[in-house]
């Protein structure tokens, strides 16, 4: 029987959900507990840090003037993202680089066209897809955290809104990797459910149209949400609040092997596996992390 609100266990958590976190959960209880609540540290991969770089190229770009955002000038923000991740995240940079067989002692010019190249890939996919000039964001990269229930939050943050002139909103989010096939399309969407959600009891406008954009394969998924879509995902994230209560109340967060257990970072201390997990760290040591600066709410 689904447990209601008034049943959430003695330890209040989670507080806030993100829909990364809320897809770790529902992939794998046990994946949540080792990024959520252990918080065990897991070395960024060079997929996910040329997204982050495409990422930001793409956000810098609806900075210039229209007529100024040319394929040529996103590729001079991916060099500048590069720079930037150089100097601030040296740790990173050099998984990017080391991933290359580049010498350390090579020259910086050379460096950064090597490690440049894989990631403008998805810049030339961008331009194919869609024309920039031609797009007026009305937010980018946009911190969203809205309450639904009583101490709990949802959380985000989305790539792209795009408004009609009419007032029809557009989420856009980027993917660098491949869009999925239609069995785990749906899967997928969630994400961008979850986003729409709170936009919608954000704004009290439900968004018109859902928009994944696959860098990694040069096409888009779309869909237009209703209504009671939106009220079914909130149902579906209470629920999965809950079931996360459970876990935290009971200590017992089951590992679900799939075929994601392949890329991931704890399979060390997976029980499934014939690991062994670190003792459940202090209940105070769980609580949320506070919300960053700068969160709509
Ligand atoms: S190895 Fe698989 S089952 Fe174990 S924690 Fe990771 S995803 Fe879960």
């Not at 090579?106 to 810049?123: K, T």
């Not at 000039?133 to 790539?159: K, M, S, Y």
């Not at 860098?215 to 869909?223: D, E, P, Q, V």
């Amino acid at each position: 029987m689904t447990k209601t609100e008034a049943e959430v266990g003695l330890v209040d958590y989670p507080t806030s959900l993100s829909p990364s976190r809320a897809s770790d959960f529902m992939t794998c209880p046990l994946l949540f507990r080792f990024r959520s609540i252990d918080r065990l540290p897991q070395d960024p991969s060079p997929a996910a840090l040329r997204g982050t770089m495409v990422h930001r190229a793409l956000e810098l770009l609806f900075d210039l003037p229209p007529e100024a955002r040319t394929l040529g000038a996103a590729n001079a923000l991916l060099e500048q993202t590069w720079v930037e991740l150089s100097a601030a995240d040296p740790q990173s940079a050099a998984v990017l680089q080391a991933e290359l067989s580049l010498k350390p002692e090579a020259p910086a010019a050379e460096v950064a066209a090597a490690v440049i190249a894989p990631a403008a890939i998805y810049l030339d996919t961008y331009f194919a897809l869609e024309n920039p000039q031609r797009l007026e964001p009305h937010e980018r990269e946009f911190g969203v955290a809205v309450e639904i229930a009583d101490n709990f939050t949802i959380r985000g943050f989305i790539d792209r809104v795009d408004r009609t002139p009419a007032g029809d909103i557009r989420i856009v989010d980027y993917k660098t990797g491949r869009a999925p096939t239609a069995k785990y399309q749906d899967k997928a969407m969630f994400q961008m459910r979850f986003y729409a959600l709170a936009w919608w009891r954000l704004t009290g406008v439900v968004p018109k149209m859902l928009q994944l954009i696959y860098l990694g394969s040069n096409n888009m998924i779309r869909y237009e949400p209703s209504q009671s879509d939106l009220e079914a995902t909130e149902a579906k994230i209470l629920a999965l609040r809950l079931a996360i209560n459970e876990s935290a109340n009971s200590g017992i967060f089951a590992p679900t092997t799939s075929k994601l257990c392949d890329w991931c970072s704890f399979r060390a201390l997976c029980p499934a596996w014939g690991g062994t997990p670190p003792a459940l760290p202090p209940v105070s040591l769980w609580i949320a992390p506070p919300i960053p600066d700068g969160l709509a709410t």
